[in-house]
């Protein structure tokens, strides 16, 4: 039987960036004894959506793999976007101990879940790159 540790780290909205990477927003369903009861919706009585395609990280740590709910009205996602993240952000990390394939061995799975309440476009990273300098380059003759 496996062992599953989760625990939920309350995030400040301010250290969390969000960039797109082209994907969409479904709108989450409830779900009862197998029955489909309607939309999924926050404390705050918005409709739940989970992003695809979007990369996050925290105080400048990625968060790989992790997957996002909002209750920011977005239909897509698009690539390039960075978005701004305000109001209510959790962190959810689970982790799950396995038994091995072959000789038994352990294994362990962990998934990133965040809950954003608010999702707001800032810019892009075009913008971002037009405002830099280019890194210096040296000519493929010079090289050695």
């Known amino acids: 039987m496996a062992e599953m540790t989760r625990f939920k780290v309350p995030t400040v909205a301010d250290s969390v960036t969000v960039i797109g ?8 369903q409830a779900y009862e004894d197998g029955r489909r009861l309607g939309d999924m919706t926050a404390d705050n009585g918005k409709v739940i959506r989970r992003l695809s ?12 793999g992790v997957t996002i709910d909002t209750t920011s009205v ?61 890194a210096p380059t040296t000519s493929k003759a010079g090289a050695q």
């Open 21 to 28: 990477l082209g994907g969409t927003a479904k709108i989450r």
């Open 74 to 134: 977005l239909e897509e996602v698009p690539a390039g976007v960075i978005f701004k993240a305000s109001g209510e952000v959790e962190l959810t990390i689970r982790a799950e101990g396995r038994a091995g394939f072959g000789n038994g061995g352990p294994r362990g799975v962990l998934q990133a879940t965040a809950y954003i309440e608010e999702l707001t476009p800032v810019g892009t990273l075009s913008d971002v790159l037009a405002t830099t300098k280019a």
């Open 53 to 64: 395609g979007v990369a996050m990280s925290v105080a400048g740590v990625a968060v790989d």
